[in-house]
């Protein structure tokens, strides 16, 4: 479909929206017109009352002329002079799309790359142009899939496709408006619906009467009726837009493709995904990691650290990249699925051009650690920049579990506490599993109803591994309180505890087996305290 027609059915979407609109007006005006001339009393003044408050929300939404500007994302924006590599490849890109440049980029923190444009006249005219660019993205993809996705955005200029989104977001506002106040006003009629009949009920018990069950299921249903009418049209408006915007990736996968290389864009179409999943995993494992003991990563590597777990785990990811899901086009998806995207362009010609560019597109900044470093302060809320700084990795991981297993209630805490009426500490448990009184303690761990029902060896085996994981938690928690034990840090696994000086054990075993071997013979059928104990330095014993 060509730029013409587009905005053709953009623009016919658009003046759907406000034919419904007056059609609906029409109505209620015919609605009044028809009381007043047949009806007569009370009737009439009450139907004119509603008529023009439902009137109101739709007079508002065709009145919403402008179109919403979107806001940016918090990030960093930067000039040519500050970052000259980078505005020389986005200007030799989008001369090589027949476009103009955009006139501003701002680096995120967001595994994306987005181009908009605020037109005038309602996209008649063009408009200043923004680049949003993820430092994610420079940080896990090489120059050659950077140009691809860059390419692919600049093609979005080419079609015209951001300037015609200004009509179809100024539709799906104006819609997404009016069902809005509908529905407010209606949940604001059963809220003062609801009080009044809580106001004579209460009347009603206070004159020794049964009060009445409270029922606001009609209420407001004439606002919700209009909403749904809306409703329905912007499922319609949705699906065609929408359907139009998954033909418009596929031609600015094109561009990429004639600009950038074959290979370079199906490789960054398999990347981002990959990308998208690490990044989520590093935010979440690692760049997070000390927020429970209010400490941050040392400066700059909230984000920089990300580059170095893709570094460490470079194989992991290649699953991803091969076998990409194929998730079937729901009707309001916006892009197609990255599958075929990759099969279309896979299935081009060869064009020789899978060496080019192959270092890492972060090196086109000027001094990248410094950019890090000011997305920080761009990206994170105050609150959180205003937390110290960790030294290394290493010592946000050891403040992180500090404060964990400070903080750590488990399921034998509480049940603990419960049997013994006592603060739940582990020279109590140690105690408690010395007088044989275990599997009684266990009867009070929450327990699914196989469990609650099981007997002897089998509910024994059944609540084994909750002591277990339990015991194991508030032993380390006790040595974390007295400074004993620290915490190997590892970009590639888990972190790994170690306990300074503890030797291995009679086999050549790791410290960490020689404690779970004597926590298997603290919950074991006959319990046996003997081995924990002997690890445990005496003021833990007897706390």
């Known amino acids: ?11 016919v979407l658009l003046l759907g929206f406000y034919l419904l609109s007056l059609v609906l007006l029409a109505a209620l005006i015919g609605l009044d017109v028809l009381v007043f001339t047949w009806g007569h009393g009370p009737l009439t003044a009450k139907v004119g009352f509603v ?23 918090p990030g960093v924006p930067v000039t040519e002079a500050a970052e000259p590599r980078l505005w020389a490849l986005v200007r030799e890109l989008a001369a090589a799309a027949g476009t103009r440049a955009p006139d501003r980029v701002l680096l995120t923190g967001e595994v994306n790359a987005s181009v908009s444009e605020q037109p005038r006249l309602l996209g008649l005219l063009p408009g200043p142009r923004h680049l949003t660019l993820g430092v994610p993205l420079l940080t896990g993809l090489t120059e050659a899939q950077l140009r691809a996705v860059l390419a692919h ?16 977001v100024r539709g799906r506002v104006q819609i997404g408006r009016v069902i809005g106040q509908f529905h407010a006003k209606a949940d604001d009629k059963v809220a003062a619906d609801r009080t009044r009949q809580q106001r004579a009920s209460a009347k009603r018990v206070a004159k020794g009467k049964k009060a009445k069950e409270i029922d606001t299921s009609g209420v407001g249903a004439t606002y919700r ?20 915007a998954r033909g418009q990736e596929y031609a600015a996968d094109l561009t990429a493709a004639r600009i950038a290389g074959r290979d370079a ?11 998208t999943a690490a990044h989520d995993f590093y935010l979440d494992s690692y760049a997070t990691l000390g927020l429970a003991a209010r400490l941050l990563p040392p400066r700059g590597e909230f984000f920089g650290g990300f580059g170095q777990l893709l570094a460490a785990r470079e194989p992991e990811p290649a699953g991803l990249r091969t076998k990409l899901p194929r998730v079937p086009v729901g009707p309001y998806d916006s892009h197609p699925p990255t599958a075929d995207r990759v099969r279309r362009i896979e299935a081009l010609p060869a064009d020789g051009r899978a060496d080019e560019a192959t270092g890492a597109a972060l090196a086109l900044l000027t001094d990248p ?34 404060a964990d297993l400070s903080a750590a209630r488990t399921p034998l805490h509480r049940a603990l506490t419960a049997y013994t009426g006592q603060p739940a500490t582990l020279a109590a448990l140690l105690d408690v599993i010395d007088d044989g009184r275990l599997w009684r303690l266990a009867e009070r761990l929450p327990l699914s109803e196989e469990a609650a029902a099981a007997k002897g060896r089998a509910f024994r085996a059944f609540v084994r591994p909750t002591l277990h994981r339990s015991l194991r938690t508030m032993v380390l928690a ?12 590892s970009w590639t696994g888990p972190a790994t505890v170690r306990l300074p000086g503890w030797g291995a054990g009679a086999e050549g075993d790791s410290p960490e087996a020689v404690l779970d071997a004597a926590l298997e013979d603290a919950v074991a059928d006959h319990p046996d305290t003997d081995r924990l104990r002997a690890l445990l330095p005496p003021v833990i014993q007897h706390a």
């Open 1 to 11: 479909m060509g730029a013409m027609l587009r905005a053709l059915r953009a623009l």
């Open 51 to 73: 008529t023009v408050l439902l009137a109101i929300p739709v007079v508002r939404g065709m009145l919403m002329l402008r179109t919403p500007k979107g806001e940016d994302p």
């Open 153 to 168: 955005e600049f093609g979005h200029f080419t079609g015209g496709d951001t300037r015609l989104s200004a009509l179809v």
């Open 225 to 244: 009726t209009m909403a749904r009418i809306y409703t329905a049209y912007g499922k319609l408006y949705l699906r065609a837009s929408l359907s139009t």
């Open 265 to 275: 864009t199906a490789s960054a179409l398999r990347e981002i995904p990959a990308l």
């Open 369 to 402: 650690a410094r950019t890090l470093a000011a997305l920080e302060d761009a990206v994170l809320l105050d609150e959180l920049l205003a937390y110290p700084r960790a030294s290394g990795w290493e010592e946000l991981l050891n403040a992180s579990m500090a």
């Open 478 to 489: 006790e040595f974390s309180a007295r400074s004993l034990l620290r915490w190997e840090f």
